[in-house]
């Protein structure tokens, strides 16, 4: 009895730990995004917290329209012409550009979005009002791999750039309650920049990567590999992986000109301190270039699947 009881309370520890450390994890989350997050108005005036999508027939230099094509990028891996009704959830809303572009191109179906972080679930509400579509869009705070939907009861969710904020290399925790939300039938969609392997890195992208984790609050980048792994066991069907790097690298290329164009502005006009976040928030984007010029190493997907029906 008495070695029961060591035991339990290793694992009693343990679990204790392991709570702790996730509620550190979403503080920084927390913190990162409610200091810098209106920052993101230099880099896209709708907020559109993400980066872009570059079709030839597309203006380089638009930024918020490549923006906006990542955007309708989700929206055609969803197939969401299909629905004439139904619910659509974006986990890890930010201040819900995405879901204000969808409902401008699909008024008839309801949107939901979460969130962990309280500052972007008010902003969010407000710049609905502002656009009138609050009865159309909801925007939750929670955390988005224990969400408050229901069994079966979502036909689409997309997450872009907010999945690199699930726990492990796999994502799995994110995948499973994907999975356990969608209806049958039900299609997601993912964007987001991800490990090729899990190989060591060369001295510079090793300090690049953990001080753009670090920037970002966040812990790992998801492994494609493992990803695509955890979706077949999980048990997700038409499983497409797409390496869109190079569609998104011309909107990547604006990240230098903003950063340069909003530190003069800050540093000459601006009345807000300039904090630990918010730099991070600078430092971000331009480590996100380093890592990415190492192609054999990491690269930006387009990672989409579905539910598939049952006869039960």
């Not at 520890?13 to 200091?35: C, F, G, P, V």
Request: charged residues 20%; aromatic residues 10%; hydrophobic residues 35%.
């Amino acid at each position: 009895m008495k070695e029961l009881k060591i035991q339990y309370d290793v694992l009693a520890i343990r679990s204790l730990a392991q709570d702790q450390e996730e509620r550190s994890k979403n503080e920084r989350l927390r913190a990162y995004y409610e200091e810098a997050g209106p920052d993101y108005a230099a880099w896209s005036p709708g907020f559109n917290m993400h980066f872009g999508y570059y079709n030839w027939t597309l203006n380089p230099f638009n930024r918020e329209s490549m923006l906006n094509n990542m955007n309708q990028k989700m929206l055609d891996k969803l197939d969401l012409g299909r629905l004439q009704n139904g619910t659509i959830a974006d986990f890890g809303c930010g201040l819900g550009a995405t879901l204000r572009y969808a409902h401008q191109q699909y008024p008839q179906l309801n949107y939901s979005g979460i969130t962990l972080v309280p500052w972007q679930v008010q902003q969010a509400e407000l710049l609905n009002r502002n656009e009138g579509v609050s009865k159309n869009i909801h925007i939750i705070e929670g955390d988005y791999s224990q969400t408050p939907y229901e069994d079966n009861s979502v036909d689409g969710i997309w997450a872009i750039e907010s999945s690199c904020y699930a726990d492990g290399a796999n994502k799995s925790n994110l995948l499973r309650e994907i999975y356990r939300v969608l209806r049958p039938g039900g299609k997601f969609v993912i964007a987001d920049g991800f490990r090729k392997h899990q190989r060591p890195l060369n001295k510079l992208v090793t300090s690049a990567y953990r001080q753009l984790c670090h920037s970002w609050a966040l812990d790992e980048l998801g492994d494609i590999g493992e990803v695509s792994s955890s979706l077949k066991t999980i048990g997700f069907k038409h499983i497409d992986v797409q390496n869109i790097s190079y569609r998104v690298a011309p909107s990547v290329a604006h990240v230098p000109f903003t950063v340069i164009s909003f530190l003069i502005k800050e540093l000459l006009f601006g009345k807000k301190k300039m904090s630990e976040e918010r730099w991070n928030n600078l430092k971000s984007p331009l480590l996100t270039m380093v890592v990415g010029l190492a192609q054999r190493d990491f690269g930006y997907y387009l990672v989409s699947g579905e539910k598939p029906i049952t006869n039960n």
